[in-house]
């Protein structure tokens, strides 16, 4: 465990305080040094027992603390609390510094040397790096973990490749489904290296090579392996990670990656882990829930391995729901262990949970958000949209508050029932949480209902121009009728337009389709239309980048997947995309907005988070409410 970075302290006088660090600080090891003649020995201070006969004739010299880097600060805190004497010692004190101005440019310099070292890299690489980039190599050349927070369309999947390859040894790439297509790309572009990448098994073809012949040839030709598998088939390939045995891990959109619920047992400071096998339905039948549990158990699995020297997670919102408890997952993932041995003890010390009211925890708040930022600094590496985004063209972001007069009537939730009605009874037999989220899921219907001729419309004017028009909704049903209406409105309006391409995807739409679509609005002039699900291509999907207005029919509920939607415009080859926002004054609308902005708070705490910037004033609506009382103040004035 201690080949990482590290600091030793030394104490020379005993308190109650030592008894109490292991449990204080995670990953942290107390022992006492003893000696009997010329022969020195340590003995772990939890495992101690005086009266062991091993011990007579010993002398007691002193205590050394040994305490990962990330959490070294927080010892030397309980040490000088309990006026404890100490001497430390820093193991690789680069681990430590602050990123200062002269810091930046040595990073820089040394990244840039580092660059050039890299033989598989291609030579023009190095022309059209970024300072960012640069820094990053030499970043992850001496670090264990790193964790690199950059805004979407930042160049995250380059930067990773580039830091991985500072390592000997095989690399394997763990990401979403959808962007095995990127990666495998982009290491072919940027690099000599020919990756593998893990298909499902429906998609095999008898032409495709297998594995085990591409680690062979690997192997005989002296060739780095590198190869891309999806999250989501990484529980029922564990055969394929111990064949490839990967030195270099690499997460990409870690975030999607874990799960607080993955284990019960009590990982221990040492790295041992024991599990619970998870429960399926009654049916018999996985529920998606469990699967994305055993998913989380198997990439942390991975993770674990002795082989692994290097881990790099790569997301541009770490904190996707605003709550700091989707943090411990991606850390422990890059640091095993070093946050807690349970997330109960994260949740505790850093989301202010509690007892629930029904039972369970209550981990939705947030606690120590200094602390916690000050721990992940070590490792994290974050890049300001400023910085990263300086020379792209900007997304400029409109919100539309519909008037009740703008809104159009609501259309039946069902043959018998208005959307009135069916809440109504609804509400009446709301007695558990399945039947409350009915009536929201009705409530969310009925504000897309009667916002659906303006957004129709707003796409009709945008294609006139011979736009490329995106349109975002947050699900599945009211994806079909957004194009069923777009479609309609083509119908009827002006007949210069011709045949406008309009796509429509989902979650029920294949991985192959959606690249497919994703392609062809990328291949187009103009006018064209891609009406999709946020979930379906608002993550890990490049290609969006050349649309000019892209319209956001419904909020999503995580500050998250809202600046991952907004990132498919903010892109390199982009230009500047006009994205309107659009809420149904006196909807759900609203109440969505209000848990949108309220979870802005703990991001902003945690990162810069400059793209969050004066947004929560223009979703609440408050910029155009300020515009109408300065108009009419002045116009008082003017009287």
């Known amino acids: 465990m201690w080949d990482q970075p590290r ?5 020379f006088n005993s308190d109650s305080i030592l008894d109490q660090l292991e449990t204080l600080v995670p990953g942290c090891l107390v022992y006492l040094r003893v000696s009997r003649g010329t022969r020195s020995w340590k003995i772990r201070l939890a495992k101690l027992d005086p009266a062991s006969p091993d011990l007579e004739g010993c002398a007691s010299q002193y205590y050394e603390v040994f305490a990962p880097i990330h959490g ?8 000088q609390q309990a006026g404890v004497y100490y001497e430390g010692e820093a193991h690789d004190t680069e681990y430590i510094k602050a990123w200062d101005p002269a810091e930046r440019e040595r990073l820089i310099t040394r990244g840039a040397g580092l660059l050039r070292s890299l033989i598989e890299v291609r030579d023009f690489v190095g022309d059209m790096l970024t300072d960012y980039q640069k820094m990053n190599i030499a970043w992850a050349d001496t670090r264990p973990w790193v964790m690199n927070v950059w805004a979407c369309g930042a160049g995250k999947t380059l930067g990773s490749l580039l830091s991985a390859l500072t390592r000997p040894g095989p690399i394997m790439v763990i990401c979403p489904a959808k962007a095995r297509h990127v990666w495998w790309s982009q290491v072919q572009e940027y690099t000599t290296i020919k990756p593998f990448r893990v298909k499902p098994s429906s998609n095999v073809r008898k032409k495709d090579q297998l594995l085990e012949d591409y680690l062979k040839d690997c192997r ?3 060739n780095r392996a590198l190869v891309i598998i999806g999250a989501e088939s990484i529980a029922d390939n564990m055969a394929i990670v111990d064949q490839v045995d990967p030195c270099v891990l690499v997460f990409d959109e870690l975030h999607t990656h874990g799960s607080q619920k993955r284990w019960v047992a009590i990982q221990e400071a040492d790295g041992s882990v024991s ?21 989380a158990v198997a990439i942390m699995e991975v993770s674990r391995r002795s082989s692994v020297a290097l881990r790099i997670g790569l997301t541009a919102t770490p904190l996707d729901d605003g709550r700091p408890r989707r943090l411990w997952s991606q850390l422990d993932l890059l640091t095993p262990g070093g946050f807690a041995h349970s997330y109960r003890r994260f949740a505790e010390r850093y989301c202010d949970a509690r007892p629930g009211d029904f039972g369970g925890l209550d981990d939705t708040g947030s606690s120590n958000m200094a602390e916690l930022r000050a721990r992940c600094s070590f490792f994290t590496h974050e890049v300001p949209y400023s910085e990263s985004h300086s020379q792209l063209p900007s997304t400029r972001v409109q919100v539309v508050y519909l008037p009740t007069e703008q809104l159009n009537r609501a259309e039946r939730f069902s043959d018998k029932q208005t959307f009135g009605q069916a809440i109504k009874s609804l509400h009446k037999t709301a007695t558990n949480p399945l039947e409350r989220e009915r009536v929201i899921e009705a409530r969310l219907s009925e504000a897309c209902s009667r916002k659906r001729r303006y957004v129709a419309d707003e796409v009709l004017e945008g294609l006139k121009g011979g736009g490329k028009v995106v349109v975002f909704t947050a699900r599945r049903r009211e994806t079909e009728l957004w194009a069923h209406q777009i479609r309609k409105g083509l119908k009827r309006g002006d007949e210069a337009l011709g045949e406008v391409p309009v796509w429509m995807g989902h979650g029920g739409v294949s991985e192959a389709e ?7 609005f990328r291949g187009s002039e103009g006018p064209c239309v891609l009406v999709g699900t946020g979930q379906a291509f608002g993550t890990a999907v490049d290609g969006m980048q050349t649309t000019d207005l892209a319209i956001f029919a419904m909020l999503p509920w995580k500050p998250g997947d809202f600046t991952q939607w907004k990132g498919r415009f903010d892109r390199l080859g982009g230009r500047a995309t006009l994205l309107k926002v659009v809420v149904a004054s006196g909807t759900y609308d609203e109440r969505v907005v209000d848990i949108l902005v309220e979870k802005f708070g703990p991001i902003e ?9 004066g947004l929560d004033q223009k979703l609440l609506g408050l910029e155009d409410k300020e515009a109408i009382v300065n108009s009419i103040i002045s116009k008082l004035g003017a009287a």
Do not use: P
């Open 7 to 11: 600091l030793e302290y030394k104490v």
């Open 72 to 79: 070294a600060w927080l010892v030397e805190g309980y040490l």
């Open 220 to 222: 005989t030709q002296g």
């Open 275 to 295: 599990f619970e096998k998870r429960k399926t339905t009654a049916s018999g039948k996985q529920s998606s829930k469990v699967d994305r549990v055993n998913r």
């Open 514 to 520: 959606r690249d497919d679509m994703v392609d062809a």
């Open 605 to 613: 705490q945690f990162l810069k988070a400059e793209e969050l910037k």
